[in-house]
């Protein structure tokens, strides 16, 4: 596959899209974790992102070992997100889910 894109000269836009489409898939996924499982699936996205690395280090083509490094590190950048997606749900700027405890709920009981 990079042999195709380097000889195109398009590696590193096709790569650089490819970053934007992953990040942008990530932004959903922070908050719809968020909403149903609250914080207690970061380790998903620990476990994900050390596949993903441990897989980029495996692979010898470049435009997927650079997505998988994309991908595992996204995942690492969305176990700090999933905790400030918590803030951000505190702070009324995303729905809290009705079915739902959440940990300042049980302060000053």
């Known amino acids: 596959?990079?042999?195709?894109?380097?000889s195109w000269h398009m590696l590193g836009l096709t790569i650089g899209v490819c970053t934007f489409l992953v990040?942008?898939?990530?932004?959903?996924?922070?908050?719809?974790?968020?909403?149903?499982?609250?914080?207690?699936?970061?380790?998903?996205?620990?476990?994900?992102?050390a596949i993903a690395v441990m897989a980029s280090i495996i692979v010898s083509d470049i435009f997927w070992s650079t997505l998988l490094?994309?991908?595992?590190?996204?995942?690492?950048?969305?176990i700090k997100e999933i905790f400030e997606q918590q803030e951000r749900v505190k702070k009324g700027w995303f729905p809290r889910n009705p079915r739902r405890t959440y940990p300042w709920d049980k302060e000053g009981v």
């Not at 968020?34 to 380790?43: K, L, S």
Request: net charge neutral; hydrophobic share 50%.
């Open 1 to 6: 596959m990079s042999e195709i894109l380097q």
């Open 23 to 49: 990040i942008g898939v990530f932004h959903p996924v922070v908050v719809k974790c968020e909403y149903y499982f609250g914080t207690r699936c970061w380790w998903w996205f620990l476990l994900l992102g």
């Open 69 to 78: 490094g994309v991908v595992g590190f996204s995942s690492f950048w969305t």
